[in-house]
């Protein structure tokens, strides 16, 4: 135990660099969350995202990150901003964590921050920062901390903040008094759960993260046409869950003005804009933002799914220019299924029109698939 580094010390530094909360778990590896993580990815929740029972077992022993770790230092950091208003109809949403430039560089700041003054004081490195960026079930172990709670849905609500809050830690050899889990859970409360627009949610505090609007809409391929529709208007990420959670709305908003919208399209981008986006403009206006790591195809993508949830028939050239034009095939086979979903005469006549000239198998499979939706059923022999 290094006397002149105490759990106050940490506390104060890490409220000093900017954290809204700070807690301290011990070490120890999580047998508990490793088995409820192993779980998960058997039923497949985490499809998506090539979890294993080597992921489970190394993101719940932090010694694995740090030799000779003792404990880990548990930030939570919030963003929570009020929102710009909604500027037009034709707006899609991007959920409150995106709309600044990508927060881990500002939590980064912080954990380094807070790393270097205890490696500093101690003398020698005693630290490793995680955010995001090494296996570590971050929120488990801000909840055996007693940083905050698990919710139904999935995350971490902190007393007084709620959950729109994002986590970071510092895995240190320091020997530093743990804290205790919070008493808390979220009684006969299910809001989270009946708002979920994707049924992502089961209410027993696990997801099927391949269902989640947040997943559907960061994934690189094409978006399961069944989900599509219950996408709405958002075009990255989903705030529903937290939106409607009692803890959080009680919480006051409060990220610093780095996580604020610049403007209202950082909340609401306009969609025909979106659809449209080339190379240039991505790298000018997304390209450091937390929506910018997938690339533009994809925001491309999620503009055309939210085009055909729109159902607004002046939208219908914009998308008629994405299906003929669009350099990827995987969006012009989404502006296929927005044409479908929309089913003008000219946005039939647009798709009949390209069935002819696309090459590409699963783009010509959407538009077919489109059209086919639209076809006079037979009449009906008695
Ligand atoms: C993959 C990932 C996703 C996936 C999967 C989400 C999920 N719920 O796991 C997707 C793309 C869907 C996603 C979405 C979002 N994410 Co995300 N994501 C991650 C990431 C990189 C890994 C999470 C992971 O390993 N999941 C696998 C599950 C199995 O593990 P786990 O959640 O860590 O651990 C759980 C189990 O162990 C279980 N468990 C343990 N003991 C027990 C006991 C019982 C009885 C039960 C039932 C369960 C149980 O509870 C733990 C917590 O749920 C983390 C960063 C990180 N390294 O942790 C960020 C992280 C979880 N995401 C974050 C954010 C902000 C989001 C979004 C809010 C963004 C948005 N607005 O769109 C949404 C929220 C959606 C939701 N309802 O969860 C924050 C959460 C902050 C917070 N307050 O909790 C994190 C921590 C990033 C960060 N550093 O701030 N995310
Ligand atoms: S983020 Fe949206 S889609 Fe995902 S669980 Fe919450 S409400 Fe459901
Ligand atoms: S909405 Fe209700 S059930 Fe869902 S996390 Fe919040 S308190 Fe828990």
Redesign the pocket.
């Known amino acids: 135990m290094n006397a002149s580094i105490d759990r106050e010390f940490v506390v104060r530094t890490s409220l000093a660099a900017g954290a809204s909360a700070v807690a301290v778990s011990a070490a120890l590896a999580d047998d ?2 490793n088995a ?2 192993r779980a ?1 990815f058997a039923r497949g929740d ?1 499809a998506t ?1 090539k ?1 294993d029972g080597a992921y489970a077992a190394t ?1 719940t022993r932090p010694e694995a990150l740090l030799e000779g770790a003792r404990s880990v230092i548990c930030l939570a950091i919030a963003y929570a901003t009020p929102g710009p208003k909604r500027s037009g109809p034709l707006g899609g949403r991007v ?3 995106a709309w600044a430039s990508d927060y881990h560089r500002r939590v980064r700041r912080i954990l380094d921050t807070v790393a270097k003054a205890l490696d500093a004081r101690a003398g020698a490195p005693v630290t490793r920062v995680v ?2 960026t090494a296996p ?5 172990f801000a909840e055996r901390a007693g940083l905050g709670w ?1 919710g139904k ?4 609500i902190v007393p007084g903040r709620g ?1 729109f ?4 830690e510092i895995v240190t050899t320091l020997e530093l008094e743990p804290g205790a889990p919070l008493k808390k859970s979220c009684g006969s409360c299910t809001r989270c759960v009946t708002v979920c627009p994707t049924g992502a ?1 089961r209410g ?4 099927d ?1 391949t269902r ?1 609007i ?2 559907l809409t ?1 994934r690189t391929g094409a978006i399961p046409a069944a989900m599509r529709a219950l996408i709405g208007d958002w075009v990255w ?3 529903l ?2 939106e409607v959670c009692p803890p959080t709305q009680r919480a006051q908003p409060a990220g610093a003005g780095e996580f604020a919208a610049s403007d209202s399209s950082a909340a609401f981008p306009d969609l025909v804009n979106l659809l449209a986006l080339r190379s240039s403009q991505f790298k000018r206006r997304y390209a450091r933002t937390a929506m910018g790591w997938r690339g533009g195809a994809v925001l491309r993508r999620n503009a055309a799914v939210a085009l055909g949830n729109a159902l607004d028939r002046s939208t219908v050239p914009a998308l008629e220019r994405a299906l003929a034009d669009d350099p990827h095939a995987m969006v012009r086979g989404h502006a296929a299924w927005a044409l479908g979903r929309i089913g003008s005469p000219r946005a039939l006549a647009a798709l009949r029109a390209r069935r002819d000239d696309e090459r590409d198998g699963e783009a010509l499979a959407e538009i077919e698939l489109a059209l086919l939706a639209w076809k006079p059923s037979p009449p009906v022999r008695r």
């Open positions: 508990s969350t409820h993580m998960a985490f995202w979890y993101a959920s409150n964590y955010c995001d570590l079930a971050e929120r488990a698990i849905h999935t995350n971490l959950s809050v994002f986590l970071g949610l027993d505090y696990t997801i993260a989640c947040s997943d960061q990420g989903c705030d869950c937290q």
